[in-house]
């Protein structure tokens, strides 16, 4: 069965993150790092820098920019709705992908969209 890009990363994604949460353990909701939640409402992959919002108007290939390990999240739906949109949240995302993939590898990502409208 083939899957399609964001499907595969998601189960990547879901296979390898895994965060200390604020409680001492290991979690697989990369929120309980920010700050200490109940999980619920299932684990998803959410883009965090750029989201679909940005690339809606994109030809399809570009529309994939934002299904990339850089800018994706593993959160729980309760983490998502409350914190997941806020600036707070996304500065502090940026650090942890800093220190993950690297300043030059997030800059490369970050500066990298795609502006140019087709
Ligand atoms: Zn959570």
């Given at each position: 069965?083939?899957?399609?890009?964001?499907?595969?990363l998601?189960?990547?994604?879901?296979?390898?993150?895994?965060?200390k949460?604020?409680?001492?353990?290991?979690?697989?909701?990369?929120?309980?790092?920010?700050?200490?939640?109940?999980?619920?409402?299932?684990?998803?992959?959410?883009?965090?820098?750029?989201?679909?919002?940005?690339?809606?108007?994109?030809?399809?290939?570009?529309k994939?920019?934002?299904?990339?390990?850089?800018?994706?999240?593993?959160?729980?739906?309760?983490?998502?709705?409350?914190?997941?949109?806020?600036?707070?949240?996304?500065?502090?995302?940026?650090?942890?992908?800093?220190g993950?993939?690297?300043?030059?590898?997030?800059?490369t990502?970050?500066?990298?969209?795609?502006?140019?409208?087709?």
């Open positions: 069965m083939k899957l399609n890009p964001r499907k595969e998601k189960l990547e994604l879901l296979d390898t993150r895994r965060v949460g604020k409680d001492g353990e290991i979690h697989a909701c990369e929120g309980q790092a920010f700050t200490r939640h109940v999980c619920s409402g299932g684990l998803h992959m959410n883009e965090v820098f750029y989201t679909r919002g940005h690339v809606m108007k994109m030809p399809a290939k570009d994939q920019y934002i299904n990339h390990e850089i800018n994706c999240s593993i959160l729980c739906g309760s983490f998502h709705t409350n914190w997941g949109h806020s600036r707070k949240f996304r500065e502090w995302y940026e650090y942890i992908q800093r993950r993939y690297g300043n030059h590898a997030v800059d990502y970050l500066a990298e969209f795609p502006t140019k409208l087709a």
